[in-house]
């Protein structure tokens, strides 16, 4: 409909310069303005005409609309007042990865408790005391409690691990493995290959990320063999590589050019010259012209050539292209041992539409490093890149622990001077409570301390070591300004429990608020549990009891979106998708519906500094939140403890 009324508005926009260049035209100085209104007007009319369809239109209004926004405001609760009606009105949808049924699922509400930290004394600013502070915060004035919506329905991602093993089996950088895959060759002999890996081969949660280049998600899920067979005690772990589009169903046979090789302009193309050199071409013209015998010698030809050629000319895309679905060429050192191979993936994108440089996604993991102390490093792996895509992580200056994992990496904005030969950097939370940062090259993976518990002298009163990394973290929806020197995240840790009253071990969600200023970090919000609204899945897969390990894992932020805003109120209509998994046994999509004012209800609620000092009373203040998050989550494993206590099991 958008092209008619252009049509219009150029035939009314001539005929009126017309007719005001002949009424003037006998005055030099009028003739002149004219010429200028024409070359004025005439840039905007080809624009209206090139963008005549009403996507486009919308498209160039949002981002006018977002010119016209303010790009910092002052400070966090500043954020409240924000009216961005105008311009999410024009936002573009089509692109977005929120799913129209997303938007018309059901929610449930929920009061989702927090707890802050870093409050204004009740004593003012200038007369405030480490005594007044010690006596006013308790977990009644720590506490926060605002209202979250989760979608009622969750969907769970499918993975054929009849075609992991067949690609295991037959693609030879996965050679290293066959020893330990035959180990079972005789137990196995009169299975079928969905017998197999029903029996021997396990999947543990999944990780997932937007890619706006390629308008779909990228899932990295970690894949067990164990020949006892237990799903808790793996012979080797890999990563399986999928592809889904925005509304969750997988897409098979996607080609992502690697980021680092030149790929022709035109990939169709140069994909159909390769079909004719390896012989692969229909044979649909010889019928179309009557030549029906040499049609069906055409057909015979191609038949006898088909699954050589075909596999020749995956070996060739493979060179270029990483392919959805696929398994990660992630190499270590085969032995008959255990727990070997990649464990605990996450994953963040690189770039795109809200960073700098090229979209890529970069996988996180631990392993057994073999070929050096045999200790448990942290790797991270860039599956679209075909140079060294896999990079060990050691710390500068610091010992390696036995046991390294759980780092939850986030991007730091920062000015753009890095080489164009550089990979860039990636900043890790490498602990919560103490707090402690690295920044870690992604070329040679050396991290930095840029952060750490003697920045503040951290005693055990603000330890809790069973908070640990799992999600991501997200900085807030880019459709939001940004507050004048500070940097702000969102991120779901997890907490790790022993006989806390559930089962063995006991594992919940956590959320958590990371504000930076001028290099100081800070744990503004920590939400202690969540459960999304699930009723978790017991360990033996067979109900909802505590029994030997409880797990509700958080894996990764899918994306957080703004889609409304109430223009009286200024409230968010927005959303934010993750991927979690239960029992360490499959992978689900939850939404969260409202987080965003959950987020900035704190500036609202709560008398919060604006900036986290650091000085003599910095590890009381933590320590004050810190405490109360420890008893929360101890409360919650005993309580939910009672509600679904182990008898459950034999009823």
Request: aromatic share 10%.
């Given at each position: ?187 196995e002999k009169d299975l079928s290959d969905l017998e197999i890996v029903q029996k021997y081969w396990f999947t543990f949660g999944g990780v997932s990320v937007w890619s706006d280049e390629y308008q779909c998600f990228f899932v990295y899920s ?430």
């Open positions: 409909m958008a092209a008619p009324l252009v049509s219009d508005s150029k035939r009314v926009l001539l005929f009126m310069m017309r007719k005001l260049s002949i009424s003037l035209q006998t005055r030099k100085i009028y003739k002149l303005i004219v010429t200028l209104l024409i070359c004025l007007f005439i840039p905007l009319i080809i624009i209206q005409s090139r963008y005549s369809d009403n996507d486009s239109i919308r498209s160039i209004k949002y981002k006018y609309n977002s010119l016209q926004n303010i790009k910092t405001v002052a400070q966090k609760k500043d954020l409240l007042n924000i009216d961005l009606t105008k311009t999410l009105r024009f936002k573009d949808f089509n692109r977005s990865p929120v799913h129209i049924e997303t938007l018309g699922q059901k929610y449930t509400e929920n009061q989702l408790l927090g707890y802050v930290s870093n409050l204004e004394s009740q004593g003012g600013k200038d007369r405030a005391t480490i005594g007044d502070y010690e006596r006013e915060a308790t977990c009644d004035t720590l506490q926060y409690i605002n209202k979250v919506e989760y979608s009622k329905e969750t969907k769970y991602l499918p993975l054929d691990l009849v075609r992991v093993r067949k690609e295991l089996m037959t693609n030879p950088k996965f050679e290293f493995l066959r020893k330990q895959m035959h180990a079972n060759n005789d137990a970690r894949v067990i063999f164990s020949k006892i067979p237990r799903r808790n005690h793996p012979h080797f772990s890999l990563v399986a590589a999928q592809a889904f589009d925005k509304n969750w169903n997988e897409i098979i046979g996607l080609k992502v050019p690697y980021v680092d090789l030149n790929i022709p302009a035109d990939v169709e193309k140069e994909l159909e010259k390769l079909d004719n050199d390896l012989g692969l071409y229909k044979c649909d013209h010889l019928k179309a012209i009557g030549k029906d015998a040499s049609f069906d010698k055409c057909v015979e030809e191609q038949t006898k050539i088909k699954l050589k050629a075909e596999k020749r000319k995956d070996e060739i895309i493979s060179k270029y292209f990483r392919m959805y679905p696929s398994v990660l060429e992630i190499e270590f050192k085969s032995a008959d041992k255990s727990y070997l191979g990649p464990e605990d993936p996450h994953v963040i994108m690189k770039g795109g539409i809200n960073g700098d440089g090229i979209e890529e996604p970069l996988v996180f993991f631990n392993m057994l490093d073999h070929y050096s102390d045999s200790n448990r490093r942290m790797f991270t792996f860039s599956p679209h890149r075909k140079t060294e895509p896999m990079i060990r992580m050691t710390i500068n200056g610091r010992k390696v622990k036995r046991i390294e994992k759980n780092w939850a990496p986030f991007f730091v904005k920062q000015s753009n001077t890095e080489s164009a030969f550089s990979r860039g950097t990636v900043h890790l939370i490498y602990s919560f409570f103490p707090l402690e940062i690295l920044k870690c090259s992604l070329n040679d993976g050396i991290c930095d301390t840029v952060f750490e518990a003697d920045t503040l002298e951290s005693t055990k009163e603000s330890e809790f070591l069973s908070m640990r990394g799992s999600t991501q973290f997200y900085k807030l929806p880019s459709d939001l300004p940004q507050v004048k020197g500070k940097q702000i995240w969102v991120g779901f840790p997890k907490f790790h429990l022993n006989g806390c009253g559930c089962g063995f071990k006991y594992y919940r969600p956590m959320i958590s608020v990371l504000v930076e200023h001028n290099g100081v970090y800070n744990l503004e919000l920590v939400v202690p549990s969540l459960d999304f609204g699930i009723n978790v899945l017991s360990w033996d897969l067979k109900g909802h009891y505590c029994f030997d390990v409880n797990v509700l894992n958080p894996n990764s932020i899918n994306y957080w979106e703004i889609v409304n805003q109430n223009p009286k109120t200024l409230e968010f209509d927005d959303y934010m998708s993750l991927t979690v998994s239960e029992a360490d046994s499959n992978t689900e999509i939850v939404v969260v519906k409202g987080l965003l004012n959950y987020v900035l209800g704190i500036y609202r609620d709560k008398p919060m500094k604006e900036d986290f000092e650091i000085n003599k009373s910095s590890n009381m203040i933590i320590g004050k939140t810190v405490g109360c998050v420890a008893k929360a989550t101890r409360d919650d494993c005993k309580e939910y403890g009672k509600t679904h206590p182990e008898s459950d099991k034999d009823s």
